[in-house]
């Protein structure tokens, strides 16, 4: 499955080529390249990965319809390279004009279709060379999908509300997909929430313009785990607060601060349904167009009654080389683990690298 897929990509890519020689520049998709290069040390173990090579096609198929598709070579715990479908969906921005193509008002309704990373919070959407950090935060790990993020396979409708700000309410309905970070035969499951069989995912996402410099986000999310389970203990509810502040302090820098919290009440196999708090802040100070520097704390409460709350503190510095590669030190203290020092490089080729600035 593996070989097949890897020859599908391969033979996606070459032909993408032979297709640019015969057509024009406007009719070809944004093809681009992403590498994560990544080194870790504990007390315990050393270790340099390429983290992930991600290959991303990109492509209007109408004035407001769009297609995504992404794919990455990685690196799994077994140390064997496996290729995935990241993401691959279809956003359509104006829904009602496609649909009905001489109705020239925007009603504000928009959808996404395909596999996508399900809309709760503002990290779980992002792609690690998104991040401003190597890893994401303890508490999102546990509780919104593990290392790499909840995807799913489904759609979403989006509604632009009528206010005199940026409101937009999502809700999507979603299988869940298979993580390429699943757990290796003869291990045990990571844990905390394990998602499964049917999603639903609602948001209500905020905007605010405080003033000509500064800006607030507010994202209300909720998120139910095997919806279609007939017993409620079968279910996990998760909630989540969101909040994004920036501030401009003149061309080259500006000041970042986020923030997500968690309450998830869930049970596993064969236990009753507790409660979990979780979340994370994080700084972020844009020094000049070269360097940036940053802190994150997390926290992770116990579930129910077992276990015991855990912290994180990471402090990050990023050294901007261009605007599409950078380097990334980051040293991690863990109240329960070893303490991490990592180092990052990541860069871009193509249109898609824009993410990197």
């Known amino acids: 499955m593996k070989r097949s897929l890897f ?14 020689q015969s057509k024009a520049p406007t009719d070809l998709p944004n093809f681009s390249v992403i590498g994560n290069f990544l080194g870790t040390h504990t007390d315990s173990a050393s270790s340099f990965d390429v983290q992930e090579i991600e290959v991303s096609y990109q492509h209007y198929l109408y004035p407001s319809v769009k297609a995504d598709v992404f794919t990455a070579f990685h690196k799994e715990e077994s140390g064997a390279v496996a290729i995935g479908l990241e993401e691959a969906y279809v956003t359509f921005s104006d829904l009602f004009g496609v ?4 109705y020239t008002y925007n009603l504000g309704l ?7 990373r399900v809309g709760f919070g503002k990290l779980n959407t992002l792609h690690p060379e998104q991040w401003l950090y190597v890893d994401r935060p303890l508490a999102t ?3 919104v999908g593990g290392a790499e993020g909840l995807a799913a396979e489904g ?7 009528p206010l005199p700000f940026f409101s937009q309410l999502e809700a999507g309905l979603w299988t869940v997909a298979a993580h390429h970070d699943h757990e290796e035969e003869g291990e045990e499951s990571h844990s905390g929430v394990e998602y499964e069989n049917k999603l639903f995912n609602s948001r209500l996402w905020n905007g605010f313009k405080l ?10 999310n909720y998120l139910i785990g095997n919806v ?24 080259d820098k500006y000041l970042l601060l986020k923030a997500e919290a968690y309450q998830a009440t869930y049970g596993h196999e064969g236990e009753s349904r507790a409660d979990q708090l979780g979340g994370f802040v994080l700084g972020n100070l844009k020094l000049n167009n070269y ?46 683990a070893e303490d991490m020092v990592a180092v990052q490089f990541v860069f871009g080729v193509g249109p898609h690298s824009h993410v990197l600035q």
């Open 155 to 161: 759609a979403q409708l989006n509604y632009l509300l």
């Open 99 to 102: 649909l009905v193509p001489n």
């Open 141 to 143: 790990q546990q509780l």
């Open 211 to 220: 003033s000509t410099n500064q800006e607030l986000e507010l994202g209300l």
């Open 110 to 116: 928009g959808a996404i279709v395909g596999k996508k």
């Open 291 to 336: 360097y940036q520097t940053g802190f994150r704390y997390s926290f992770l409460g116990k579930h129910g009654d077992e276990g015991s709350s855990q912290t994180q503190l990471s402090l990050m510095l990023t050294r901007q080389l261009t605007e599409t590669s950078k380097f990334r030190l980051q040293y991690t203290i863990n109240d329960s």
């Open 228 to 251: 279609t389970a007939t017993e409620a203990e079968d279910k996990a509810d998760v909630l989540g607060v969101d909040l994004t502040y920036n501030l401009d302090l003149n061309r």
């Open 7 to 20: 020859m599908i990509v391969m033979l996606s890519m070459l032909t993408s080529f032979m297709y640019a």
